[in-house]
């Protein structure tokens, strides 16, 4: 059973009114509303004691509560409640509010600087392969770590060692079974056939899917996915396409590599299963290409991702050690988001890497637009932007080395940065740092706060890469065309 986390609902219930024999609907809610769902019963049609958290979920406009044993649950709190149901309960919001956020506080790294060195070494030694190895390498530390071998196919889990940065301890399904995607469709996200992606990222144990020949895989809800998985599209064309798409909620150890996720739509208002023994009642989803939900150690890789309904990667309320790197983004408004609110205090922990990424044609804003957390930006291609390129709110800490920064043509967009709603006096004391980073056609970016100082005395000790390799380190991100018994 995955593990799940908390989060406090704040929605008082205006009207109160019982729907189906086994939902409580409270009007007035707010986007910061969370579902907790226990749905499966036995054959006579009682519901389950043991309830799995992985019901929770974001809702605007409402929230709806289940009854379990008798008692109506939202948000970690009793609505109703029957005499004697009392003694489960307590000991579930225990588990609630003082076992489950310790999942992703645990992969907080308490000096980040030390990361952001370990990702400048790892660059550091590929540069120095450059002049002895074959013409195979580009100086890119996570290509160069894998891509070389002929025999990929045969070593797939090796990419699980080839991680930088926060999300460098991600596992995915790594030493466990290969799971082979057969089928493209999703008829039943309740009880999905195997042989589907569905099937396959539920399951409770490692597993490393990939696909058995192209396919464009349109879900007919989110695909929840269970911690310890690994999407590998390497071999295959696969799209993730025209539905509902990737969901990391509450896991940890997923990676996502080599799919072509676009055009994703919101879904929800249905029953969704996310393991054998669970599935919940999913409320309306906001249509990202792949959404990080208390999720963490989390890689997502050589993906190419475009024209969502809202963001192409979103990381919200807590998530934390994830790695965002060798994609390929255009066509799209709201890129990342990451960080929920300016008032949740979660996302404090937030740590991410954005490294060697293609930001673009056609995209708008928000590449990424950060709170709260640690960011460290690092030789990734920034050819389009409409607005601008890096914004924040809340105090983000930005470590920005090494990038290529094309600014367009309109002269009201050309600066990099933007703090959100925020006035000078406050935000000038924001740690946002540039460092090696390369400005076109009248790019600029506004630094603040300690600079190049202390706070970034260890991440700076080596050096930025040059922004003048980030073509070469940029130039194959997205999905691969790789083939059997090639270097890919």
């Not at 309830?51 to 609505?79: E, F």
């Not at 999720?295 to 050589?302: A, I, P, T």
């Not at 090494?402 to 006035?423: C, H, M, W």
């Amino acid at each position: 059973m995955s593990s799940k986390a908390p989060l406090s609902a704040s929605t008082h219930a205006r009207t109160m009114r019982k729907g189906a024999s086994d939902h409580l609907v409270l009007n007035g809610g707010s986007e910061t509303d969370h579902l907790i769902t226990a749905h499966e019963s036995d054959d006579k049609g009682h519901v389950f004691k043991s309830l799995n958290t992985s019901g929770l979920i974001p809702k605007q406009g409402r929230l709806i509560a289940d009854k379990v044993d008798g008692i109506w649950v939202s948000g970690g709190r009793i609505l109703m409640s029957k005499p004697g149901a009392r003694l489960g309960l307590i000991a579930y919001w225990i588990f609630l509010h003082f076992w489950t956020p310790t999942v992703a506080a645990a992969a907080v790294v308490s000096d980040p600087e030390a990361v952001v060195e370990e990702v400048h070494r790892s660059i550091n030694a590929s540069r120095r392969r450059l002049g002895y190895l074959s013409s195979c390498g580009m100086g890119n530390p996570i290509d160069d770590c894998w891509r070389c071998d002929p025999h990929w196919e045969t070593n797939r889990q090796r990419l699980a060692d080839c991680a930088i940065g926060f999300g460098r301890n991600a596992l995915g399904g790594k030493g466990g079974a290969i799971y082979v995607v057969t089928d493209s469709g999703d008829d039943d996200p309740v009880n999905p056939k195997p042989g589907t992606i569905r099937h396959a990222v539920i399951q409770d144990k490692p597993l490393w899917i990939i696909f058995e020949r192209d396919m464009v895989i349109t879900l007919k809800e989110e695909l929840i996915m269970n911690s310890y998985k690994t999407l590998d599209g390497r071999g295959a064309s696969v799209h993730i396409a025209g539905g509902p798409c990737i969901t990391v909620q509450y896991v940890s150890h997923v990676i996502i590599h080599g799919l072509n996720i676009h055009d994703c739509k919101q879904g929800g208002n249905a029953y969704v299963r996310d393991s054998p023994g669970h599935y919940g009642w999913r409320t309306l989803s906001d249509g990202d290409g792949i959404s990080i939900f208390g999720g963490s150690h989390v890689w997502v890789d050589h993906c190419t991702l475009s024209s969502c309904r809202d963001g192409l990667v979103d990381a919200i309320h807590g998530s934390t050690a994830i790695t965002i790197s060798n994609n390929y983004m255009s066509h799209h408004d709201k890129v990342m988001l990451l960080g929920h609110s300016d008032d949740l205090v979660e996302d404090k922990n937030m740590q991410v890497t954005i490294a060697f990424n293609h930001f673009g044609e056609g995209l708008v804003q928000r590449i990424p637009r950060c709170r709260h957390g640690y960011f460290h930006v690092v030789n990734n291609d920034y050819t389009h932007w409409e607005m601008y390129a890096i914004g924040g709110s809340a105090a983000p800490t930005i470590n920005c080395q090494g990038n290529r920064f094309l600014a367009p043509d309109d002269s009201s967009s050309k600066e990099v940065t933007k703090r959100e709603d925020t006035p000078m006096n406050e935000w000038k004391n924001w740690n946002w740092r540039s460092e090696g980073d390369m400005f076109l056609n009248g790019a600029f970016f506004t630094a603040s706060g300690a600079g190049a100082s202390s706070s970034y005395a260890k991440a700076s000790s080596l050096g930025a890469r040059p922004s003048s390799l980030v073509g070469t380190i940029t130039g194959s991100a997205g999905a691969l065309s790789c083939k059997k018994g090639r270097s890919c």
